[in-house]
């Protein structure tokens, strides 16, 4: 079945980096564009990268912008997300979204703090 | 960057209908007919309900239906239940320079 599972999360302190993942199966990853999107506790969604099937074009929001870069590697049906110089307010679980579906990761939380 | 606007909650007795809007611009709800809805429930990922609008993912109850008019689009719950009571998010690409899809800030509906 069509399913994505996110890693990568945990504790980093601000100004740190993490990588999160996003493992694809049950359907040709290289076929669509794939989404990040994140919540932060208590909060509500916050759409934060896009990339195209291809990887041709990436798009960010403003709040992650020039911090944050989306990937993607085809041969591993694998996403991914690098968020450098992070801050508390990056707190918040990160969902993988395969682009116009409704399949969603469970997420995982990324935490930063001192 | 402006989210689409919702209500912050909403509610209604079992059984009834309830209707939760999602305001947006000629940006985005006004020009684009991919407006989807999601359900989360506490601790869980979103659900989608409702996409390009008007359709339903295959498994979702007709008792969920989409519409817009103009920059606005709306989620119908007819014959509420319970288990209905959740979150609920909008959600629709943009033509924005800054942004590629916008969300709605939420709405808590309560089953009373």
């Known amino acids: 079945q069509v399913q994505l599972v996110e890693s990568g999360g945990g504790v980093v302190q601000p100004g740190g980096s993490l990588t999160l993942s996003c493992a694809a199966s049950?359907?040709?990853?290289?076929?669509?564009?794939m989404h990040w999107v994140r919540q932060a506790p208590g909060k509500g969604l916050e759409w934060v990268a896009f990339i195209r099937y291809d990887g041709s074009k990436k798009f960010y929001a403003d709040s992650v912008k020039g911090r944050f870069t989306i990937s993607r590697d085809d041969s591993k049906n694998t996403l991914y997300v690098q968020m450098n110089s992070l801050r508390a307010e990056d707190t918040a679980v990160y969902y993988c979204a395969k682009d116009s579906s409704g399949v969603w990761g469970q997420g995982t939380l990324v935490t930063v703090s001192s | 960057q402006s989210a689409l606007t919702q209500p912050a909650s909403v509610s209604g007795s079992p059984g009834q209908s309830i209707t939760i809007s999602c305001a947006g611009t000629?940006?985005?709800?006004?020009?684009?007919?991919?407006v989807s809805w999601y359900q989360q429930h506490p601790g869980k990922a979103p659900k989608l309900m409702i996409y390009?609008?008007?359709n339903r993912p295959s498994g979702v109850s007709n008792r969920f239906s989409g519409s817009k008019s103009g920059n606005t689009a709306s989620l119908t719950i007819s014959g509420l239940q319970a288990e209905d009571e959740a979150d609920y998010y909008c959600s629709s690409y943009t033509s924005s320079s800054t942004l590629y899809v916008v969300f709605g800030g939420g709405t808590k509906l309560t089953v009373l």
């Open positions: 000629s940006s985005d709800v006004g020009t684009y007919n991919y």
């Open positions: 390009d609008v008007t």
């Open positions: 049950g359907f040709i990853f290289s076929s669509y564009g």
